[in-house]
């Protein structure tokens, strides 16, 4: 009887104290809010600061995400080939949420093409997703050496919430 009441005690205490575990701290990649899965349409520049959508190039993937190194100061940009087919690895400034440079960078889908990404930014909780569900935005600006009329194109999007009524 007493085997029973001691061993009733020991379950109960262990409940008790295995209850009692905090929230685990969500850790992010290096770039942080930079780093996501976007929906994003590229604008062409028609005259100055007018902005146009292209074609049918509404609310496509791309992808911003670290590198094995996971630095800060590092963010991959991939379109995935609905684009440009471009992946470069752009300088990032999570603090100051923006990412970029005015240098050239090699294209990692292929070769002989260089890009330039400009006026990189991510904006908290500014943007909606199609269902109305505020999200974050990006924003930034893109050049290509084997574009024949050399264009900036303006890309513009938010980020993916996961739910299926948001998805294109």
């Excluded at 209850?19 to 809010?33: L, R």
């Excluded at 349409?41 to 509404?58: L, N």
């Excluded at 080939?81 to 292929?110: I, Q």
């Excluded at 264009?151 to 299926?164: A, N, Q």
Aim: proline content about 3%.
């Amino acid at each position: 009887m007493m085997n029973r009441k001691l061993i009733y005690l020991f379950i109960c205490a262990l409940f008790v104290f295995c209850s009692c575990n905090d929230d685990d701290k969500i850790d992010y990649t290096a770039p942080g809010i930079l780093a996501g899965e976007w929906w994003v349409t590229y604008y062409q520049e028609t005259a100055p600061d007018k902005w146009e959508v292209i074609g049918d190039y509404k609310n496509l993937p791309l992808y911003t995400y670290n590198s094995a190194a996971n630095k800060a100061d590092e963010l991959f940009v991939d379109d995935l080939g609905e684009f440009w087919d471009f992946k470069v690895k752009a300088f990032a400034n999570p603090g100051a949420l923006s990412f970029g440079s005015d240098a050239e960078l090699p294209n990692l889908s292929y070769e002989d093409c260089n890009v330039v990404i400009t006026e990189g930014k991510v904006m908290f909780n500014v943007a909606k997703s199609k269902t109305g569900i505020v999200t974050d935005s990006i924003c930034f600006k893109v050049k290509f050496s084997d574009d024949s009329e050399q264009l900036v194109y303006k890309v513009e999007g938010h980020k993916r919430t996961g739910w299926t009524d948001d998805e294109y």
